[in-house]
């Protein structure tokens, strides 16, 4: 089995377009509409809406202080998720902001977000993962050609959660996880608020999008138990994510668990 691939990044990491989306032959062009035809019918037979060809950042090259790369379409990185097989000719390494949010900054009921994915996803459908989490798509683009990853955290914090941008406090870059097979690269990011996890839970309720059900803000004492019931079904950077964030001693963590 393949291993994740860490990639460290500093504090001021810029993510910069630098090349275009390659032009593919016809028969690979089939074979992802094949599977996107088959993933949408999939997604929206299971009830999780319609899927949507925008366009979205893939990396080219990562290094601490620069990822440097394309704009590229949604679903050729449907196609290769589905089938891992075709990352030598489409080469998708897709940039997803992943939030590690810390609620009830400095009071005494501070937790963190946690949400169970869609069944119908197509990516780690079922899972237990940080909140919020989302492609870096063409909407962060900025008019020098840099990506607001950062920006793109704070659109998936309000659309997932339903908390305003005034809401967050600084956002910390902690370090990219790559994942074997379908290399979709995962930007970990540390963000909290100052709001308690009850009006974090019902902003989710009022203007959430629903995406996760159910969501949990998850106490830090109790994380390394979490940790251990959710086992295999809790997608494997967060257990990282959560110890470079400082809110996790990974000692803390034994045994072997699994989610019902």
């Known amino acids: 089995m393949e291993a994740f691939i860490v990639h460290p990044v500093s504090p001021n990491l810029e993510v910069r377009i630098i090349g275009v989306m390659p032009v593919l032959p016809a028969a690979l062009e089939a074979r992802i509409d094949e599977i996107w035809s088959r993933a949408a019918r999939r997604v929206e037979a299971g009830g999780a809406g319609r899927l949507f060809n925008g366009q979205i950042f893939s990396i080219d090259t990562i290094a601490p202080d620069l990822i440097a790369g394309h704009l590229t379409e949604y679903r050729r990185l449907v ?31 501070e937790g963190v977000a946690i949400g169970r994915r869609p069944n119908a996803a197509i990516y780690q459908p079922g899972m237990w993962q940080l909140c919020p989490a989302g492609s870096v798509d063409a909407g962060a683009r900025r008019a020098d050609g840099t990506m607001d990853y950062r920006g793109q955290l704070l659109t998936e914090i309000r659309e997932e959660l339903g908390l305003t941008t005034a809401a967050i406090g600084p956002i910390r870059p902690l ?63 967060a257990p990282l994510f959560l110890t470079r964030a400082g809110l996790l001693d990974t000692a803390a963590i034994s045994g072997n668990g699994r989610a019902g």
Not at 193 to 204: F, G, I, K, N
Not at 207 to 229: C, K, M, Q, S, T
């Open 175 to 237: 370090c990219v996880v790559e994942h074997p097979g379908s290399h979709v690269c995962d930007l970990g990011m540390a963000a909290s608020t100052a709001l308690d996890p009850a009006a974090v839970l019902e902003a989710h309720r009022l203007r959430g999008n629903g995406e996760y059900d159910p969501l949990r803000i998850v106490p830090l004492p109790e994380l390394p138990a979490f940790i251990v019931w959710a086992g295999a079904s809790l997608v494997p950077p």
């Open 79 to 109: 196609a290769q998720a589905e089938d891992h097989s075709l990352f030598p000719n489409l080469g998708v390494r897709s940039l997803a902001a992943c939030g590690v949010l810390l609620c009830g900054r400095g009071g005494p009921n």
